[in-house]
Nanobody, 124 residues
Framework: QVQLVESGGGLVQAGDSLRLSCAAS????????MAWFRQAPGKEREFVAA????????DYEYSVKGRFTISRDNAKNAAYLQMNNLKPEDTAVYYC?????????????????WGQGTQVTVSA
């Protein structure tokens, strides 16, 4: 059973940057696309970004395109989300997830592993 562990969240001011990391256990990390989702208080979990197995292809939710960058290092069993120019509306718990398909689904279907989440809070 794969385990995903997120880290790197915190409290920042608008305009600041954060880099989230997702560490995966197991030997099959490089065989799966990876994605980041987020869930704000009182809202449904929403897609943020996804990356293909080799890292060549990516997909972003419209509101983060140009500000966030998803990447991965298969040798380290890790995925990352670089978040620049953060806005208060980016405040949420961020989750990484392992996708069974590419293109990765923008809903919650097609994911077979989730991390526990890391809190990102952006103050105005």
């Amino acid at each position: 059973q794969v385990q995903l562990v997120e880290s790197g969240g915190g409290l920042v001011q608008a305009g600041d940057s954060l880099r989230l990391s997702c560490a995966a256990s197991g030997r099959t990390f490089g065989s799966h696309p990876m994605a980041w989702f987020r869930q704000a208080p009182g809202k449904e979990r929403e897609f943020v970004a996804a990356i293909s197995t080799g890292g060549v292809s990516t997909d972003y939710e419209y509101s983060v395109k140009g500000r966030f960058t998803i990447s991965r290092d298969n040798a380290k069993n890790a995925a990352y989300l670089q978040m620049n120019n953060l806005k208060p509306e980016d405040t949420a718990v961020y989750y990484c997830a392992r996708s069974m398909y590419w293109p990765a689904q923008r809903d919650l279907n097609g994911y077979d592993a989730w991390g526990q989440g890391t809190q990102v809070t952006v103050s105005a």
